[in-house]
């Protein structure tokens, strides 16, 4: 039996509008490969083996689920994010651990940057 060794990851993301999302997580990732693999939805490259795909949904429901996104400078990255105009929580700290800070894309969906700590 061959070894199973995920190579990439690609996470889903549903928004009421397509052309709005692209061009609000164009800013969210700027300078990235993109992708239109179909009609109707459109990827972005995260990092060299993660992706977020957008597609339209006309539900207006809240994600339940949250997307982390690790950073090396909370404080920095914290300032874009609300360059952004959207729902930004405080930074928060466990001690020792992480610091991380809750936001909320402009379609509803959770992320959140963290930054681990003594790395």
Same mark, same amino acid.
Do not use: A, C
């Given at each position: 039996?061959?070894?199973?060794? +995920?190579? *990439?990851?690609? !996470?889903?993301?549903?928004?009421? /509008?397509? @052309?709005?999302?692209?061009?609000?997580?164009?800013? #969210?990732?700027?300078?990235?490969?993109?992708?239109?693999?179909?009609?109707?939805?459109?990827?972005?490259?995260?990092?060299?083996?993660?992706?977020?795909?957008?597609?339209?949904?006309?539900?207006?429901? +809240?994600? *339940?689920?949250? !997307?982390?996104?690790?950073?090396? /400078?909370? @404080?920095?990255?914290?300032?874009?994010?609300?360059? #952004?105009?959207?729902?930004?929580?405080?930074?928060?700290?466990?001690?020792?651990?992480?610091?991380?800070?809750?936001?909320?894309?402009?379609?509803?969906?959770?992320?959140?940057?963290?930054?681990?700590?003594?790395?």
């Amino acid at each position: 039996m061959e070894n199973h060794k +995920i190579k *990439s990851v690609t !996470i889903g993301i549903p928004i009421t /509008n397509l @052309e709005e999302g692209i061009n609000w997580y164009r800013k #969210l990732f700027p300078n990235q490969k993109e992708l239109i693999p179909m009609e109707g939805i459109w990827e972005i490259s995260v990092t060299s083996s993660v992706w977020l795909q957008l597609f339209e949904s006309d539900t207006k429901e +809240i994600s *339940s689920r949250s !997307i982390n996104l690790e950073t090396n /400078n909370i @404080e920095l990255s914290h300032d874009f994010i609300k360059s #952004l105009n959207v729902k930004v929580g405080k930074i928060e700290e466990v001690p020792e651990t992480v610091k991380y800070f809750e936001f909320t894309d402009p379609f509803g969906n959770n992320f959140s940057f963290v930054q681990v700590l003594n790395q």
